[in-house]
């Protein structure tokens, strides 16, 4: 009787036991999904704002009421919102999805909270790639010389960007795959490709004419009002198709935070999966900033704060990083548009002031930051 005492009350423990684990997992699940929903909430919010605001304030009703209306109503506010302010905003939105989507899958693949389009080199090849179609293919032109601004052809100086950092992202995944495709081999070649781009593109402006290097500095400077209706619409598509592509192999990607022998374990990949993960984010990463510029650290600082909030299931944390990298650019571009009104700062040069700080924190917490 006692044994049968014993036994009862051991399976009894073990059941209570296995319920307590299930209150926290959905526990922690609720939490999550309202970090979720509060930070579209947010984002819905902050984006509400950021088109009324500017030189003519235009009422958040009035805004509604405007984009419900269609592009096809002709009155000043309409024209204001659709096609300035909105374009703007939408591409923020965008951007901002689509460059903290890529942190999230580099730092997973590369198993590195380091890991990032910009600490990997990309943005500064994409810069060189710009820098060689204003000199060497003429895109520079000046739009305004009387008041000594830089412009470019959109065209020549956005697909020669591009191609840049996809060549480099392949520079970076053959030099892995000759070496063995280690997340180190992959850090360590997108810095240096990362150097040897920002060194060439200094070379490039010492020779450069006066028109030609005001183009390249103008150019640098991350601004999502260069984006059209049109460069969302393809940014979207290629964001949305990454996301969901991102969102559907996250397990994949919790399989390999726990090393790459824990994920070969259990049928992973790890070479094949590290490798696609690289070129989606590549890719995702070069549209970017080929259409609107260097805009630095979104991929680095937004996925370290929702993980500290939410943890590191990606299932949760590749979309509330979207969420929040959107949300993030939105306030960062509204801000930039209105603190020192009528001048309007490129979000690049927002982002860089809130990220550049927090990349030194990550590097003086290292693996210490990583492991919590």
């Known amino acids: 009787m006692a ?3 014993e036994s009862a009350q051991a399976s009894e423990g073990t059941t209570r036991q296995a319920e307590g684990a299930a209150q926290r997992y959905l526990s922690r699940v609720d939490r999550r999904r309202q970090f979720l929903v509060g930070s579209g909430i947010a984002l819905a919010i902050a984006s509400l704002a950021a088109v009324a605001l500017g030189p003519t304030t235009i009422a958040p009703g009035d805004v509604v009421r405007i984009v419900l209306a269609g ?12 096609n300035i302010r909105l374009p703007r905003v939408v591409g923020a939105i965008v951007i901002g999805v ?3 989507l890529a942190g999230t899958v580099m730092q997973s693949v590369l198993n590195n909270p380091l890991g990032s389009p910009y600490t990997l080199g990309l943005s500064h090849a994409a810069m060189f790639g ?3 179609a204003i000199v060497g293919l003429d895109g520079g032109t000046m739009a305004a010389e009387s008041l000594g601004l830089g412009a470019f052809d959109p065209y020549v100086v956005t697909a020669s960007a591009f191609l840049a950092s996809m060549a480099s992202a392949g520079i970076i995944l053959a030099l892995a795959k000759y070496r063995g495709a280690s997340p180190e081999t ?9 150097s040897l781009c920002t060194a060439a593109t200094t070379a490039i402006q010492y020779f450069a004419s006066q028109s030609d290097l005001a183009s390249i500095v103008f150019w640098s400077f991350g601004d999502v009002g260069r984006m059209t209706w049109r460069t969302v619409g393809i940014l979207t598509v290629v964001v949305v198709l990454g996301l969901g592509y991102t969102l559907r192999h ?6 390999l935070d726990a090393g790459d022998e824990t994920a070969r374990s259990v049928g992973v990949n790890v070479d094949a999966a590290r490798n696609r993960g690289m070129v989606l984010a590549s890719l995702i990463t070069a549209l970017a900033v080929a259409f609107v510029g260097i805009v630095g650290f979104v991929g680095l600082v937004v996925p370290h704060l929702v993980r500290k909030v939410i943890g590191n299931d990606k299932a949760f944390l590749l979309p509330a990083s979207a969420s929040v990298g959107a949300l993030l650019l939105v306030v960062s571009d509204t801000a930039a548009r209105t603190a020192l009104a009528p001048t309007v700062l490129p979000v690049g040069i927002v982002t860089s002031f809130v990220g550049a700080p927090f990349f030194i924190y990550l590097v003086v917490r290292g693996k210490e930051y990583w492991s919590q």
């Open 3 to 5: 044994g049968s005492d």
């Open 71 to 82: 592009p096809n109503v002709e009155t000043v506010d309409a024209t204001i919102v659709w």
């Open 98 to 100: 689509g460059l903290s």
């Open 130 to 132: 710009a820098a060689v």
């Open 186 to 194: 992959m850090i360590l070649t997108g810095i240096a490709i990362g």
């Open 250 to 255: 996250s397990w994949t990607y919790n399989a």
